[in-house]
């Protein structure tokens, strides 16, 4: 079964605009897994909008399974993942302008920075996705950076308007997992995912991992995150079962 990752960005979203001490991050990741959750993502952003270096100490040894750590390629923040060692960083753009993560990371254009941030991370025991648009040239540069996997941004495909721009972006996706694996890769994908269009994305053959956030903490808020969790868990179910056997 493909693992579902989920961000809880935006439990601290909603902690940071009171600067109180809830909802708590680290309960809202324990109800997560109860729900069925595999992983536990947060950004640990440089501006610190909402995951706080805390939160990321506090659930370190509070999820057993998967604590991915999106962060900016930089120094500042590579220290701390190096110290707390979360199973997985993933490394993508940040700026601070933008409401979320705009894009994949340019990798052809910043391999050196990258490359020595990835090699940091390894060194520290820490598995390095690199969180690329589905272009086969970034594919192959994370590759020869030596990263362990490739987050696929599921961007454009989520916000496609016709059903010829759906079929498209789809399309680009298959390549992308397709080449990403034929290089040893392995292959995540997320931004934007909801739960009427994470199907098609999770019957891709080759995708090992969805980060959603948004969509299932926005559902969480109406119903509790336990069931929201196995919400989706149960739509990406309908989508991994219509893979070739």
């Not at 989520?158 to 890769?185: F, I, Y």
């Amino acid at each position: 079964m493909i693992r579902l990752g989920v961000n809880i960005d935006h439990v601290a979203t909603l902690r940071q605009a009171r600067r109180a001490i809830e909802p708590d991050p680290v309960l809202a990741a324990l109800l997560a897994m109860l729900g069925g959750a595999d992983g536990i993502t947060v950004h640990l952003r440089e501006d610190r909008r909402h995951i706080q270096d805390r939160d990321v100490r506090a659930l370190r040894p509070v999820v057993p399974s998967r604590l991915n750590l999106e962060m900016a390629a930089v120094d500042a923040i590579a220290d701390i993942a190096c110290d707390v060692k979360p199973h997985e960083a993933t490394l993508v753009p940040e700026r601070r302008q933008e409401l979320t993560t705009e894009g994949g990371l340019d990798v052809l254009a910043n391999e050196s920075g990258v490359g020595r941030i990835v090699e940091r991370l390894r060194g520290a025991g820490v598995e390095v996705s690199l969180f690329i648009d589905p272009d086969l040239r970034q594919i192959e540069a994370a590759r020869r950076l030596n990263a362990n996997a490739v987050e696929i941004q599921t961007a454009r495909y989520s916000e496609a308007r016709t059903a010829e721009a759906l079929t498209d972006e789809l399309q680009l996706l298959h390549e992308a997992t397709a080449c990403a694996k034929g290089l040893g890769l392995h292959v995540h994908m997320g931004h934007g995912l909801n739960y009427t269009n994470v199907q098609d994305v999770a019957a891709i053959e080759g995708v090992e991992e969805l980060n959603i956030g948004h969509s299932i903490v926005a559902r969480a808020v109406l119903i509790g995150m336990e069931r929201a969790v196995r919400e989706m868990k149960e739509a990406m179910r309908d989508g991994w079962e219509r893979r070739p056997r």
